[in-house]
């Protein structure tokens, strides 16, 4: 069973970069059936998909994010990365890494199957 | 963006109750559309994907229908481990979005 393990500052200051790890183990990050996001959690529990990316670099964000986030794919370590620039008060959140698979019946169908048990990071100076 | 809307946002109900909740896309979304149950300090958890599709390992009282814009989430007989916050999520297009939630509680 794949576990995903988010590590990282639990408090950033505002204008400064929020930057996140996702270490995958049981399961390999190269694996090109699976795509790798980032979702987070507000405290009112609003749900924030920021972006995903697979196991070649290739990335997908959400355009009200896209501005400020990079996410980055580390295949020799087996984790991938979040980073968000400009942080204010609005990105304290729980921050989740998943993995998302895919299958396959008439159509494709995309679903989040694993996740992180998720890291509080706080906004504040 | 696609925006979900959800309701009840809050479900009061007993063990053994038959329980469903709503979830509403503002455009057509076919059968792209996952649910979640989140339980108080913990993740998400899939339960079911492509409207219909159980996730394996889920209890077969947990069922899901719906395409297009309307699908809903059925709990067929209410246990006590169920009482938690269940979540659509629809992913038919980019950005991926998700409802706001039904808290489902004891009576």
């Known amino acids: 069973q794949v576990r995903l393990q988010e590590s990282g500052p639990g408090l950033v200051k505002p204008s400064q970069t929020l930057s996140l790890t996702c270490t995958v183990s049981?399961?390999?990050?190269?694996?090109?059936?699976?795509?790798w996001s980032w979702i987070r959690q507000t405290a009112g529990q609003r749900l924030e998909w920021i972006g995903r990316i697979n196991s070649r670099g290739a990335t997908d964000y959400n355009p009200s994010l896209k501005s400020r986030v990079a996410i980055s794919v580390d295949t020799s370590r087996n984790q991938f990365s979040l980073r968000l620039r400009s942080v204010t008060a609005a990105d304290t959140a729980v921050y989740y890494c998943?993995?998302?698979?895919?299958?396959?019946?008439?159509?494709?169908?995309?679903?989040?199957?694993?996740w992180g048990k998720g890291t509080t990071v706080t906004v504040s100076s | 963006d696609i925006q979900l809307t959800q309701s009840p946002s809050f479900l009061s109900a007993s063990v053994g109750d038959r329980v469903t909740v709503s979830c509403r896309a503002s455009q057509g979304i076919g059968t792209s559309l996952a649910w979640y149950q989140q339980k108080p300090g913990a993740a998400p958890s899939l339960l079911i994907f492509a409207a219909s599709t159980l996730q394996t390992g889920v209890p077969s009282r947990f069922s899901g229908s719906g395409s297009g814009t309307e699908f809903s989430l059925t709990i067929s007989s209410l246990q006590p481990e169920d009482f938690a916050t269940y979540f659509c999520?629809?992913?038919?297009?980019?950005?991926?979005?998700f409802g706001l939630g039904t808290r489902l509680e004891i009576k």
């Open positions: 049981v399961g390999y990050i190269t694996d090109g059936s699976f795509y």
């Open positions: 998943v993995r998302e698979g895919v299958t396959v019946m008439v159509d494709y169908y995309y679903y989040m199957g694993a």
């Open positions: 999520q629809q992913l038919y297009s980019y950005p991926i979005t």
